[in-house]
DNA sequence: TCACCAAGTGAGAAGCGTTCTCACTTGGTG
DNA sequence: CACCAAGTGAGAACGCTTCTCACTTGGTGA
């Protein structure tokens, strides 16, 4: 499934993910381990990955990462875990929502074949959709297939 | 639209609101002030107003209903405004939604005619989806009519 | 009606995720 | 190479939320 997020063979560059903001080597380190990320991450997981990458990145560059990453639209918000905000690699630029794997945890990219249908639905009760946020739960297809022998 | 919310002319009583949880002269208060609530919320307004309808209740106490109604269904956490939780009532027993008003700022309930649509959209990539969470973001009726002389 | 006790309360301290500050460093441009 | 806006690290500060503790209250059984 890592064609969901990794389309190109060679994966988002920094700058993609940082959009026009300027990448300092931390940055690309950073940008490196959150393409490197395979389930949903809280601030403080991406720190210990990247540490673990290059020892000596502060928390606060980490955050200010994040921010821009999330300013880029690369990265998003989909959840909360223990009161930190989950954080997922978005990098398909077309409409599309995050599926939260119950099981591994990992965050995948599912096409949004909904659009007109949740306009719809509430503009019947006279409300204007302008925009809309779907998170789905449930099992990915590698758990799905693991479940069924156990 | 309060017909959303309220069906039961006189609205849902403090215990629906906590479940099965002891409900305190305290925790009544917080009910009724959170029935009367037209927006989303955060834990800091709601206790200003219930500040307002009885001084003294502190603000833990607020948190320890919120809690409790968070855990019997009645409230929601809908989002997040300047780092804190944002709140609505959640009384509809039956699948829905919220619409949240860019304008004015109120949630609404909205039916939900997706539950096979989004199920099978996903099933069709392989996953198995479980639940779902849908946040629409637009202008409510009140606020479209108003918009339309404006 | 009374006693008992689990559950709830108020006030404030503590916890913790996130943001800000400040002096220093670095990337990119001319 | 010089310049400077943007980024960095360390840690303090901030603010939301939870916890602690002594006290109160609601509900049940006798």
Known sequence: ???????????????????TARVSVQ??????????MRTAFTAEELHLAVADASPGIGLATVYRAISAMQEA?????????????LL?????NDH???LV???????LGVECPLGDAVSSAATREGH?????????????VDCREGTRGA
Chains 1, 2 share one sequence.
């Open 128 to 140: 204007l959709i302008t925009s809309h946020e779907v998170v789905l739960y449930g099992l990915c």
């Open 27 to 36: 940055r690309a380190v950073i940008a490196r381990v959150v393409r490197e």
């Open 101 to 107: 794997c119950t099981r591994c945890g990992r965050v």
């Open 1 to 19: 499934m890592d064609a969901d997020h990794q389309r190109d063979p060679n994966g988002p560059t920094p700058s993609t993910l940082y959009g």
């Open 88 to 92: 997922a690699l978005c990098v398909r």
């Open 96 to 98: 599309h929502h995050h």
């Open 73 to 85: 639209g690369a990265v998003m918000t989909v959840g909360d875990r223990d009161g930190s905000a």
